[in-house]
């Protein structure tokens, strides 16, 4: 069994693997980081850099996969296509996400600039090209970006990237079944857990549900957001048009 502690002479004492680090999930980048990094990278002209940031926010892949990815999983015919599919190594399954226009844009000028084959992979190592930077250079390069526009590095980490517009979708629609399927995790407790989701949201989200009923003979009537077809019963007798619980 792997001991996480390491030894220390001087006080002749087992120091935790965990001391004085920040442990837990890594939070999301707000919208206004991820500008602000794209910005910096497009003025340093810093092309794969770009290519990365952005596949990595648009795909909402985990690290080993962003750097595992090939030039034909992402543009096949030599450009970057609006939807792609990849085979997760975690899990073996395939995930499917888009690709903004913007993303497009910045791998398009980055295989068209490298010159990259369909066969290669989109980042390949610098040593052997033959194999995919590695998953800890490929965390180093999210500590830069971070740390270049003035956040704390170590608040941050690749699953940052990954639970960047997951989180803003969630936070917009609630709609826990579609964030699972853009993370592909097979059980949705994975993606609550994953959200870092709390009472206190799900309360929120309940409260901005409104369930309208439909009776024969009567106009359907809108719900400011969520529209719930309830079957009525035939011995409840007709109160309101609406109702609200």
Known sequence: MEDHQSYDPTTRTHIAWNKGKLIGAKPPLRPKHVWSIRTKLQVEGRIRDLAMFNLAIDSKLRGCDVVGLKVEDIAPNGYAVERATVRQKKTGQPVRFELTEQTRQAVDEYVRTLDKKASEFLFPSRRNHNRPIATRQYARLVDKWTASIGLDASRFGTHSLRRTKVSL?????????????LLGHRKIESTVR??????????AISEQVDVCLKYPG???LRCPSVYVRVVPQPDIPWVSRRTTT
Not at 194 to 203: K, N, R
């Open 169 to 181: 979708i969630y936070r917009r629609t609630g709609n826990l079944r579609a964030v699972q399927l």
């Open 194 to 203: 994953y959200l870092g989701i709390e009472v206190d949201d799900a309360l």
């Open 218 to 220: 009567r106009a359907d």
